[in-house]
């Protein structure tokens, strides 16, 4: 079992910043991905970031230049730094955490949720 808890998320103009981070707990060890996902009202939840494990890093080509993630790998947290906000930025953003159990079966984990709304 792994615990997800996101924060940071707020109103902000577009144009501005916010830093997201999402603090773990439990079988962290086991985490091989951590993602942030984002859902805008009335659309499918959709992934912003992923980070492995090994530091690899993608972005979506729309936050891409504007978005970074990043991880403190001994403090089990990972941030998304969010800079030139736009409107269509506002949306739910979960935190997630993927991995495989010692059978390769694989399993996942969801923060709440934190709101971000960009104003224009």
């Known amino acids: 079992q792994v615990q997800l808890v996101e924060s940071g998320g707020g109103l902000v103009q577009a144009g501005g910043s916010l830093r997201l981070s999402c603090a773990a707990s439990?079988?962290?060890?086991?985490?091989?991905?951590w993602g942030w996902y984002r859902q805008p009202p009335g659309e499918e939840r959709e992934l912003v970031a992923a980070?492995?494990?090994?530091?690899?890093?993608d972005y979506a080509d729309s936050v891409k230049g504007r978005f970074t993630i990043s991880r403190d790998a001994a403090r089990n947290v990972v941030y998304l730094q969010m800079n030139s906000l736009k409107p269509e930025d506002t949306a739910v953003y979960y935190c997630?955490?993927?991995?495989?159990?010692?059978?390769?079966?694989?399993?996942?984990?969801w923060g709440h949720g934190t709101q971000v709304t960009v104003s224009s």
């Open positions: 997630n955490a993927a991995g495989r159990t010692s059978d390769w079966a694989p399993w996942q984990f």
């Open positions: 439990g079988n962290t060890f086991s985490i091989n991905v």
């Open positions: 980070i492995t494990a090994g530091g690899n890093v």
